[in-house]
Every structure is written in structure tokens, then in C-alpha cells.
């Protein structure tokens, strides 16, 4: 709600923009259907961005920051930048792999680690008032 009421500071078509999003007078099944179908749609159309965006750089090639105009003084995308991203691609994949599937656990949060205990509320859970 409080994101999408963002666009209704948007003068004259802001409340109607909120609407849209919404589907409705409330956020509502809808809404929530739309921004989950937005949330998992959204890495794939990046992956075919990505891919066009390769593509493009692998036809008409990047620009040279030196000025060089001959096109016999550029390195080409193939294989050069091609092998150099595979390679940087393929150490963070052993790196995230590496941390995922040996040390799980590195990232976590320490008091995830204490027992429960039905009796004790821990301190940091207060209530709001």
C-alpha cells in the first residue's frame, strides 16, 4: 500500500495510476496477483535483455575508448571478451556454490543459532507500545 500510493503524489492522473495498480478501490487479490506475476516474469525479461544486449555487442562490436579507427587495431568480442566473461562468470559460480553448498551458515544471523525456549521471550522482542 504504501509503495503503490507513491504514484497518487503524481498531480491530476496519480489517484487513477494507483487504481491501476491496484485493481480496484483496495489493494486486493489482484494487486497482489499482478506484482507476484511481475516479481517472477521480471529475471526472465532481464535474461532476454541481457542476451539481445550480447548479441548486439557481439555484431556490431563495442566502442574503443583510444579513438582508433581502423578496425584492424580492435579486438573483437570473439573469442577474447567472450572466454574473459565466461571465465568471470564461471569463478562466481564456484565462489557462490563453494559458500552455499560448504558454509551455509556464514551469512546467518547469530541468534539464529539459540535454542528456543517456550518460557523465556528473548529481550529484543518488545512489544509496541
Known sequence: TVITNLF????KMGSSIVALLWGGDCVCD???KRFFALHF???FILLVL???HVGF???TGSSNPL????????VPFYPYYFYKDLLGIGWYMVILFTIAMCFPDL?????NFIRA???KTPLHIQPEW
Open 67 to 74: 579513438g582508433i579507427d581502423t578496425s584492424t587495431q580492435t
Open 50 to 52: 541481457l542476451m539481445v
Open 30 to 32: 489482484a494487486t497482489l
Open 41 to 43: 516474469l521480471m529475471p
Open 57 to 59: 555487442l557481439h555484431t
Open 8 to 11: 497518487s503524489a503524481i498531480p
Open 117 to 119: 525456549d517456550p518460557v
Open 107 to 111: 551469512f546467518a544471523d547469530p541468534e
